[in-house]
Structures are given as structure tokens and as C-alpha cells.
């Protein structure tokens, strides 16, 4: 059982836009504007896509957002494309360790 | 353009041992936290240890503790990490990760090294 939670999978299709939420506790996402976002391509290393709740990497789509009400933390996918087809986890710094989320499967249909 | 390179992988006994090596080129390694995450085959992330730009200040997930250490060289831009008292549980992908803003957005990762603990 992951420390922060995230739904299982998620799907949409091309051009619509998605949410992925990762829910957690006061100490952990609720307690700190650590929040950070990965996409992982089967095979491939996890990329960074959101840091600190809300903020992209330089170079990363602005299709990519972040946000967070009180304990949940939420990534929103707009305009989807093929590519996007990925696991994507969430993280939460708490105090003197990193929580990742189980991770989410998004299918574009 | 910044490179990870972990190696050291591979298949060890249970209670055994084995040191990750991760080499680092294309940024200034002495100025950056450094950590190492790992993924069970099939299963999701989970972060193992981060080690700050010195070596002084050092974290460890809860299961870990008493057994790995995380420590690094930046006269040879390396980041370690030292596994002892290996269980089957421990079994994973290992990576190496640059934090890109302290504490724990991590930017650049290896492409990961496998250790496989079983008998």
C-alpha cells in the first residue's frame, strides 16, 4: 500500500483534457508545497513533468498543469495526444523523507 | 547535456551485499542533492535515500535504515549506495536522480541498474 493515493487508471481521449488526483495526509502533500509530477514510459526512466504543486520544468508542454486543495494534489492533462499514453506518479516531500503515489495508468483511447 | 550512469547491479543472495555506483557528467555535481529511487519489477517508485551536496546530510526510507547508505565523491562526480543485509524484498530497478529544487523534485534520472536478491 503506497503512501499517497492515487487512482489505479484513467482514460480519455485525443483532445479532451484529464485529471489524475493524489490524495495524501496534513503531513505530507496537506503539509508542504512539495508536490511533484512524473510520467514514465514502459521501459524508460520517470521524467519530471510538475514540481512544487504547480510549477513545469523549462521546455515542458503547458498542457501540463498542476494544482492542490488541501490534501489532494491533481495533475490535469489537457489536449490529449497518443503520446501522453503513460504511468504517471506523484510525490510529496514529508519531514525527512520523499512519498511517491502507486501510480496511475493513462490510457488515450 | 547531463548524464547519469548507474552500474553494480546484478544477482546477490539474500543477506548479502552489493555497492551502486552512479557516474554524473554535464552539470556540476557538487552542487546538487542526489538521491536514489527504486522500482520492484511490475510496481510503482519509491524513494530509497537522498544525500545532500556535502555528504553531510543523509536520508533513508524507514525499510533501509541500518542497511544501505547513501554517500558520494565529488572529486569523481559519483553518487553511491551501499546495500548490505540484502533481502528478497529488496529486489528492483535501482536509479540515481539529481533533485532539481530541494527537497525532492528530481530532474535528471539514470536508466536504472537491476539487483536481483534471491537465492
Known amino acids: 500500500q503506497s503512501a499517497l493515493t492515487q487512482p489505479a487508471s484513467v482514460s480519455g481521449s485525443p483532445g479532451q483534457s484529464i485529471t489524475i488526483s493524489c490524495t495524501g495526509t496534513s503531513s505530507d502533500v496537506g503539509g508542504f508545497n512539495y508536490v511533484s509530477w512524473y510520467q514514465q514510459h514502459p521501459g524508460k526512466a520517470p521524467k519530471l513533468m510538475i514540481y512544487?504543486?504547480?510549477n513545469r520544468p523549462s521546455g515542458l508542454s503547458h498542457r501540463f498543469s498542476g494544482s492542490k486543495s488541501g490534501n489532494t494534489a491533481s495533475l490535469t492533462i489537457s489536449g490529449l495526444q497518443a503520446e501522453d499514453e503513460a504511468d504517471y506518479y506523484c510525490?510529496?516531500?514529508?519531514?525527512?523523507?520523499?512519498?511517491f503515489g502507486g501510480g496511475t495508468k493513462l490510457t488515450v483511447l | 547535456e547531463v548524464q547519469l550512469v548507474e552500474s553494480g547491479g546484478g544477482l546477490v543472495q539474500p543477506g548479502g551485499s552489493l555497492r551502486l555506483s552512479c557516474a554524473a557528467s554535464g552539470f556540476i555535481f557538487s552542487s546538487y542533492w542526489m538521491s536514489w529511487v527504486r522500482q520492484a519489477p511490475g510496481k510503482g517508485l519509491e524513494w530509497v535515500a537522498s544525500?545532500?551536496?556535502?555528504?553531510?546530510?543523509?536520508y533513508y526510507v524507514d525499510s533501509v535504515k541500518g542497511r544501505f547508505t547513501i554517500s558520494r565523491d565529488n572529486a569523481k562526480n559519483s553518487l553511491y549506495l551501499q546495500m548490505s543485509s540484502l533481502r528478497a524484498e529488496d529486489t528492483a530497478v535501482y536509479y540515481c536522480?539529481?533533485?532539481?529544487?530541494?527537497?525532492?523534485?528530481?530532474?535528471?534520472w539514470g536508466q536504472g541498474t537491476l539487483v536481483t536478491v534471491s537465492s
Open positions: 544525500i545532500d551536496h556535502f555528504g553531510s546530510e543523509k
Open positions: 510525490s510529496s516531500y514529508t519531514t525527512g523523507r520523499t512519498l
Open positions: 512544487d504543486v504547480s
Open positions: 536522480a539529481k533533485v532539481y529544487v530541494v527537497p525532492a523534485a528530481l530532474d535528471y
